[in-house]
């Protein structure tokens, strides 16, 4: 069975700085995919960034990157310049390479402040 | 590209009522999936379908779920006798294939009173 752990459950961070977010998981499978979504308030989730298991280098998309170190097996998200709109729920999420479904961690809870 | 929608946003019912959920993915997706999210929890996965093929099924969908996607387009998530226990967000997500993104719709928020 795979398990994705997120241990903080609220971070909060001062506009402009830069913050990181936390991500286990467990799994004996080799190939797979993980995943940061975003979940602003009452509205719907929305991918932040996907790093492939097989891939070294670490994902980036703009101010969003990841350090992931597979042996370790942790996957953290880190935000640069953050800004007010990235105040959301962040749910770190695991797929196998069969891609049938996503294993969710319980989210950390992000507030920007101005 | 108009995204995922879903169908209604809210729903409230009383226990032992039947609802449906509606869900239509993005036109060219083969993949759909549905998943419940509960206040403070990641979503869960409950089901998903291949084109027209429900093909895998959580143990979290009891007897009183069922799914279906008649023509690989869109899909229902249809609950019989509702129980309080059911209050929840449902999600439906779609992608392209195997090991695609998710996208997500914005979802079902349930209240069983």
């Known amino acids: 069975a795979q398990t994705v752990t997120q241990s903080q459950p609220e971070m909060s961070v001062q506009e402009a700085e830069t913050v990181t977010l936390s991500c286990t998981y467990d799994t004996s499978e080799s190939n797979y995919y993980l995943f940061w979504y975003k979940q602003p308030p009452s509205r719907q989730m929305i991918l932040v960034i996907r790093?492939?298991?097989?891939?070294?280098q670490n994902a980036t998309e703009n101010r969003f990157s990841v350090n992931f170190q597979k042996a370790a097996k942790s996957f953290s998200l880190k935000i640069s310049d953050s800004q007010l709109g990235d105040t959301a729920m962040y749910f770190c999420?695991?797929?196998?390479?069969?891609?049938?479904?996503?294993?969710f961690g319980t989210g950390t809870s992000l507030t920007v402040i101005p | 590209d108009t995204g995922v929608s879903q169908d209604p946003r809210h729903k409230i019912t009383k226990r032992g009522q039947n609802v449906t959920f509606r869900c239509d993915p993005i036109?060219?997706?083969?993949?759909l999936y549905w998943y419940r999210q509960t206040l403070g929890q990641g979503p869960e996965f409950l089901t998903y379908?291949?084109?027209?093929?429900?093909?895998?099924k959580s143990r979290l969908l009891s007897d009183r779920f069922s799914a279906e996607r008649p023509k690989g387009s869109f899909s229902t998530l249809e609950i019989q006798r509702t129980e309080q226990g059911d209050s929840a967000m449902y999600l439906c997500?779609?992608?392209?294939?195997?090991?695609?993104?998710?996208?997500f719709g914005p979802g079902t928020r349930l209240l069983v009173l």
């Open positions: 036109s060219e997706h083969n993949r």
């Open positions: 379908f291949q084109n027209e093929a429900q093909l895998e």
């Open positions: 790093q492939e298991a097989y891939k070294q």
């Open positions: 997500a779609s992608s392209l294939n195997t090991g695609q993104t998710q996208y």
């Open positions: 999420a695991f797929m196998k390479d069969t891609g049938n479904q996503f294993y």
